[in-house]
Structure formats: structure tokens, C-alpha cells
């Protein structure tokens, strides 16, 4: 049986779950206007997924007009990327 994860991050694996509630969840709560959590935690075993579904959550975002998307970069200052 072939290992079905791969090990290289948010490569799209052949085989990915539907994952539609959790991004549906995510993003109305971010579009609420009085959201009931502002931050969410995906947890998960390595290869499971959680890079790809920040890749849809980002997406989605991007495609919006009204939306602006920040990539942090860890090891940077997060105030100078912002302003940038």
C-alpha cells in the first residue's frame, strides 16, 4: 500500500478530502461582522492537510474585493510586512 501523505509542505496530495464545512465555517465566521471566535487553531498529524486548507482559506480571501491578504513571514518583523 502506497503512504498516501506526502512529506513536502502544501504540495496538493492525489487525494484530498473534501473538506467544504471547515472552509465554509472559517470563512463566514471571518465575514461575520460580530463573529463569535476571531482565530482559529487547525491542528492535525503531519501530511494531513492543514497547509493546503490555510491555501483555500487564503484563496478565498484574495478573491474577494473587499478583502486584503497579508503572507507573514515568520522570521520577519510582522509591523514592517503589513506596512510593506
Not at 14 to 41: A, C, H, M
Request: glycine share 8%.
Amino acid at each position: 500500500m502506497t503512504n498516501p501523505f506526502n512529506v513536502s509542505f502544501g504540495k496538493k496530495p492525489l487525494e484530498l478530502l473534501s473538506r467544504g464545512e471547515i472552509l465554509t465555517e472559517i470563512t463566514q465566521v471571518f465575514e461575520n461582522d460580530n463573529p463569535k471566535t476571531e482565530s482559529f487553531i487547525i491542528t492535525g498529524p503531519r501530511g494531513s492537510g492543514k497547509t493546503i486548507e490555510l491555501g483555500l482559506i487564503n484563496d478565498y480571501f484574495n478573491s474577494k474585493d473587499n478583502w486584503i491578504v497579508v503572507n507573514i513571514i515568520p522570521y520577519l518583523e510582522i509591523h514592517e510586512q503589513i506596512a510593506a
